[in-house]
C-alpha cells in the first residue's frame, strides 16, 4: 500500500471523526427539520458500489418524502417528492453529512470518485470506468463537485445522461488516474467555495470550466 493511501486514511478517520463532533448541532436542526416536514425515517440508507465493486449503504439524510415504489435507477431525484427543507439540505449538502459516518467506517473517502448506485453499475462501472473501483468513493471530488454546479441545473433524466453524465464519469477517470494530496486538498477548498457560492447566489464557472477541461483531456 503506497504512502498516500495510508496517510489518506488517517487523514479520513480524523477529519470525520472532528466533522462529526463540530456538525452535531447542525444534525440537530436536519433531524427536526425532517420531522416537521415529512415525519419519517431520518436517514435514506442508498445501496451503493465502494471500493473493488464491494456493496455497501450509504447514509443520507432524507430530503424526499416516503415513497416505497421507488428506485435507484434514474440519474436524476424526483424533484416533486422533495420537502423545502430537504431542497435547502441538498442545496447546501447538509443531506451529504451523514457520509461522515460513512468515511470513518471506511467504506468511503472525503475526497474519491461519486459513489456508484447498486442499479447503475453496468454504466458507472462498466468498460474503461471500471478502474474507478479501483479506489474508495468519496464524500466529494471532480465528479461531484460538476454534477453540484452545474448537473443540478438539469432537471430531464434523458437530457442529464446526455450532458452531465458522459463528463462525471470522465471525471471520475481523471480523479484516479491523478489522484495526490494536491488534487485532494484542491478538492476540498473547491467544495467549501462551491457550497459558499450556491449559499449565496454567486456563480463557479471558473470551478466549471476547468472540470470541464479536466473531462475534455481525458477524452482525447
Not at 471500493?51 to 450509504?58: A, K, Y
Not at 453499475?121 to 474507478?132: D, E, F, L, P, Q
Not at 495526490?180 to 456563480?203: A, E, G, Q, Y
Not at 463557479?204 to 470541464?212: G, I, Q, R, V
Request: charged share 20%; hydrophobic share 45%; aromatic share 12%.
Amino acid at each position: 500500500m503506497s504512502l498516500y493511501r495510508i496517510t489518506k486514511r488517517a487523514f479520513d478517520i480524523t477529519a470525520s471523526a472532528l466533522g462529526l463532533v463540530l456538525t452535531s448541532p447542525v444534525w440537530l436542526a436536519a433531524v427536526i427539520g425532517i420531522q416537521l416536514s415529512d415525519p419519517g425515517p431520518v436517514f435514506y440508507m442508498a445501496n451503493r458500489v465502494g471500493f473493488q465493486n464491494r456493496p455497501f449503504r450509504m447514509f443520507k439524510f432524507r430530503s424526499m418524502r416516503v415513497d416505497k415504489q421507488a428506485n435507484e435507477k434514474n440519474f436524476k431525484a424526483d424533484v416533486n417528492r422533495i420537502f423545502p427543507w430537504g431542497a435547502f439540505m441538498r442545496s447546501s449538502k447538509i443531506d451529504e453529512l451523514p457520509q461522515l459516518l460513512n468515511i470513518f467506517l471506511g467504506d468511503m473517502s472525503v475526497v474519491g470518485p461519486r459513489p456508484a448506485s447498486a442499479d447503475q453499475v453496468s454504466v458507472t462501472r462498466g468498460g474503461k470506468y471500471a478502474r474507478v473501483g479501483s479506489v474508495k468513493p468519496g464524500l466529494s471530488g471532480p465528479s461531484a463537485l460538476y454534477d453540484y454546479i452545474y448537473g443540478d441545473t438539469v432537471t430531464d433524466e434523458a437530457e442529464y445522461e446526455k450532458l452531465v453524465l458522459p463528463t462525471r464519469l470522465e471525471l471520475d477517470l481523471y480523479y484516479i488516474q491523478n489522484a495526490c494530496w494536491r488534487l485532494d486538498v484542491k478538492m476540498i477548498f473547491w467544495t467549501v467555495r462551491c457550497v459558499l457560492n450556491s449559499l449565496f447566489h454567486r456563480p463557479s464557472e471558473t470551478m466549471l470550466a476547468e472540470l470541464t477541461g479536466w473531462a475534455e483531456a481525458m477524452e482525447d
